[in-house]
Structures are given as C-alpha cells and as structure tokens.
C-alpha cells in the first residue's frame, strides 16, 4: 500500500487523491474516526484480496491503522477534517463511495457536485435509525447495508411518512459482529484472568458516567474486580472535566484503566462483562459471548426529535431485557452480586435473537462486495 504525506498537509493529500486513475478510485471508503475501521475491515479485506480490485481510503484520523497495512490494492490518504475534507467530498470523482457516518447532504459534508458518486451507507451500531439517527440521516444515500429486518422496516416506513424517494436497501449484516466472533475463535481456549469489567457510557446529558459513574467505578474496584472504563470519543470532547475528576480519583489504582482508543480484542475477549446505558456495543457483546450486559437504567438517548412520527418500537428498547440486566440508579450496590450471578442461562435466548436480528451473519463481506462489484460492472 501507497502512503506518503504532501509536506504533511491535508491538501498535499486531496491532490495526491485527484490525479488517481479511474481505476484506482473507483471505489472510495471514507472513516471519519478510528472506530470507522471497526466496520470496514472485512469488506475491504475482500474486495482487495479476494477480488483483488482497488480502493482509495480516505481518512480523517492522522494514525490511522490502514497506515500499517502492507496491501497494495490500498491506496491511503489522511485528508483531515476542515476545509480540505469539505472540498473532497464536493468534488469527488468516483463510482462509489462507501461510509459509516449519516447526515450526508444535511450538514457541510455534501455529495459530490461534479460527479454521480452512488453513496453507500454502512451502519456503525445496530440500533433503529428513528432513535439512533438524526432526522434524515440517511435520506441522502443511493444504497444502505442494512444489518437486519428492523433497519429494512424503518427505512420505508421514513421513506412513506416523509413521502421520500426509495433507497436501495441490501440485506447485509454487521461486519463489526463478524470481525468479533472470527476474534473470538483465535481466542478461545486462551487463559484470561476472568476478572474484568468493560464500562462503555455512551454520550449524551443522560449518559450513566455523568449520573452515578464514578459510584459504579468505586463499588466494582472495591469489590476486587478490574475495571476498564471506555466512554464514548464524544465524553472526551464534551465532559473533559468529568474524565479529569475520574482520573484523578481513580489512576492510581492498580486495578483500573481508562482507555482513550479502541479496546483490545485481549480486553474484549477476557472480560466478565460489560456495563453500559445505551451504547451499541452493549449489543455485539451480548450476541459474541452469548451473555447478558448490565445496563444502567439512565433515560434513553434519542438524536430524532420527531421520533415518535415512526410508530415502531426501536430494537434497542424491544429486546433490551431480553439480552441484559436493568440496574436501577439508586440499587447500584447490588451490581457485585449480579455480576457473580451471571451465568449461561441466557445463552440460548440470545443466541436466538441474534440470528432473528442480523442478516448473513458471518458472511457479510461477501454479501457486500457482491453488490459493490455489480454496481462497478454496470
């Protein structure tokens, strides 16, 4: 793979990515963070190695891991996230491109003005796009990957409410779940310290990190388990003194961690449980290890304000206490207990609601490339 900054500017790279041949930028992923490669892996793995066809990625985070990648159907280019992003996306020149971030068309990140790029949506959570997603999050994508019959059920019911175009909509899965359960074959039968609790608030005025996190931390570090907290990248952003309280309070504890990046697959893999509100993760845990999570009972996070115009009940709200424990906020003394208390009970339950919920599961990177090479060849 081709990477060389242009005096370490942003706009050194768009021109890099302008003078690419057709061929080399006919499919183009755009990650808006590093969590964006959580999402693409497989499918970029098999359009490149077992299709061996070419494709631009194009990145807004400077160390990005494609960076490392030795493929050379890999063309890489960090392009930020100012003007020089802005100016890219209004003028690129592609077949297809391919994201995980919503909201095209509705803020400053705009679909091509000289080019008819077919734009491909890939979910990063599971979640129902009404509660999950902005109003019209989607309603500018050509194609959307769908992960289950839920997103499929709630985009045309968007599409008739609003009266919107129809958009294609594939059935494809979550790649991000695919990637886990191959994580969790390499490492099964591996020792792990079974002692590790994983806490993921996701952000948000409600989120449990700012109501009762630091309780939390404290009752589990007190009961001698391990604590890793991995809030939202956003937290970082909106709460920097609520992440400083934390630490202070809590870094010199040999038994706790706060965790900046991406959880390691040794961390997500030799973990007891995982502790969460309303965070996506909360799901691919539950359908890896076939486990109940805990989840803080803090008010639901919800980005439509006309949410209640899609008259269907998000997943997220339908099977949450079929795939996990509520905690009530003044009951979070009882949280050592419930954690010894899990058990495999659940397994086969959830394990049902997994395959009910996501399409292809295991195969969605074929399922993927399949339709991204139909839309090249057409």
């Known amino acids: 793979m ?24 006919s499919v183009v992923f755009y990650a808006e963070n590093k969590a964006s490669m959580n999402h693409f892996r497989f499918l970029i793995e098999y359009l490149t190695k077992k299709m061996n066809l070419k494709i631009c990625y194009v990145t807004s985070v400077k160390n990005d891991s494609i960076f490392l990648d030795s493929n050379q ?23 297809i491109l391919i994201m995980d ?4 068309q509705t803020y ?12 491909i949506y890939i979910f990063h959570s599971m ?10 999050a989607l309603d500018n994508f050509d194609t959307v990957f769908c992960v ?6 709630e985009i045309r019911e968007v599409e008739r409410v609003y009266n919107l175009k129809q958009k294609n909509l594939v059935k494809y899965g979550f790649g991000r779940l695919d990637t886990l359960l191959a994580e969790k074959k390499q490492i099964d039968g591996k020792n792990f310290e079974k002692n590790l609790i994983i806490i993921t608030p996701t952000y948000g005025k409600d989120n449990f990190l700012k109501i009762c996190g630091i309780e939390v931390i404290d009752i589990l570090l007190k009961s001698n388990f391990k604590v890793l907290l991995r809030p939202h990248f956003r937290i970082f952003q909106e709460s920097p003194e609520l992440i400083n309280k934390i630490n202070t309070k809590f870094q010199n ?14 961390d997500f893999h030799s973990s007891k449980c995982l502790i969460s509100d309303w965070s996506g993760i909360s799901m691919e845990y539950a359908f890896v290890f076939k486990r109940p999570v805990i989840y803080i009972d803090v008010p639901q996070k919800i980005m439509n304000d006309e949410v209640e115009k899609i008259p269907l009940i998000p997943l997220e ?31 086969k339950q959830i394990e049902n609601i997994c395959s009910e919920t996501v399409f292809n599961i295991g195969k969605s990177a074929e399922v993927g490339a399949e339709y991204i090479k139909k839309i090249l060849d057409s």
């Open 2 to 25: 081709k990477f060389n900054f242009s005096f370490g500017k942003e706009w050194g790279e768009l021109k890099k990515i302008e003078r690419l041949s057709e061929d080399e930028r």
């Open 73 to 95: 159907n890999i063309k890489a280019f960090f392009i930020g996230d100012g003007t020089a992003r802005t100016k890219f996306f209004l003028t690129l020149k592609t077949k």
């Open 101 to 104: 971030m919503p909201d095209l």
């Open 108 to 119: 400053h990140i705009k679909r091509s003005k000289v080019f008819p790029v077919h734009y």
């Open 127 to 136: 979640f129902s796009i009404h509660s999950y997603l902005r109003k019209g």
């Open 148 to 153: 289950g019959e839920h997103h499929e059920k």
């Open 253 to 266: 504890h040999k038994n706790f961690r706060l965790e900046e990046g991406v959880i390691s697959k040794e």
């Open 317 to 347: 709200v339908s099977i949450r206490e079929k795939i996990g424990s509520l905690v009530d906020t003044k009951k979070l003394e009882r949280l050592p207990e419930i954690i010894h208390g899990i058990d495999d009970e659940s397994s």
